[in-house]
């Protein structure tokens, strides 16, 4: 998983039929790389939220299990992160 | 799901049998990295238009269940973006 | 798989619940890159180790196989390091 | 799906014995990467030309239906580009 | 595939079960990223040797068919390069 910040959503009328009710937000990763990305949110995360982003067949996995289908993202958001414990000394 | 632009059009006579058909477009992914890529386009994509891109086996599923087949991409284009709304105070 | 460091912990109430249990931490990439990731552990790794990572569906297929049923993880450790042999005259 | 030119040849007789057989190609990337990568050809492929190369899960599923088996190859060339037809405004 | 020369070993005690008995060994990527990586080996690869490393779900597969089970790794060394022939002009 990636650490992320929720920095704003994006709307697509024309799109892949079953997207269709997806919240999709725009992250943007934390640390050096500062990348952009497209997630769907299945945990109600709100703007300037620190979250948790899962990639790949694993982000389409939690839908096939709370949808029982196909639903065609690679990025989601699976958790809301409360606090973040980094040891200095470890780094 | 990376936002991209779409940039040009790509043609390949000698492909994987289960290529023929696509519609391929030549995508840039917008921010730091500009990237380019090969996306199969499934929505109607146009040049300069800003879409959605996932990639990976996740490209693969829309065909699955579209065409009821394998069809090798490892990326699609499945929306069009209408608006792109970013907090500046979250980033 | 890549070799990280354990650096710290991070909490998140508000989750996907079949993340509930999993102990995530936070990793450092050892090398040039420097790149932080959460991953779940399953091995009991604590603070200051070095250890083994793996990511994608890979972190998926061990939780598969422990618990019987889909984890949402894509980056899990899977071992502490001992020790890390280099042949200098190698590199 | 990334356009890479095809740059040369590797040879390896010790492999995995699903290898066997394989076109293994030396591709690097176009663009600002110009990263190298080794990739099985499935389309007859040359020296010195663009190729689409797809990446991970999917270029083994395109051999899992050619030879009803696994590859173990995490990279192929499905096309040979003819054209690229990139718009300047677009960009 | 990547192209990369074994560098070293790497020992974990404490690690998933399913681990034991794989020789992982560090390897490190050919040309401009020199990243480092820890691939079980199935070739017989040696220190200083250049091979051929699959990843992702590609390695997993190798151990599926040859162990009939799953083995959590997501690289793999799948043979030892020979030689590696570059067309100068093709770059």
Known sequence: MIIC?????VWATKKEP???G???MV???E?????????????????G???????GSTARSIFRERMDGQ??????IV???DSLEIDPTAK
């Open 49 to 55: 939220e620190q979250v948790l982003v899962v990639s």
């Open 79 to 81: 958790g809301i992160i």
């Open 22 to 24: 997806l919240k999709l």
């Open 18 to 20: 079953r997207l269709e």
């Open 71 to 76: 639903v065609p993202t690679d990025m989601a």
């Open 31 to 47: 640390g050096t790389e500062k990348q952009t990305h497209v997630a769907a949110d299945v945990v109600g995360a709100g703007i």
């Open 27 to 29: 992250v943007q990763e």
């Open 5 to 9: 910040k929720v920095i704003g959503h």
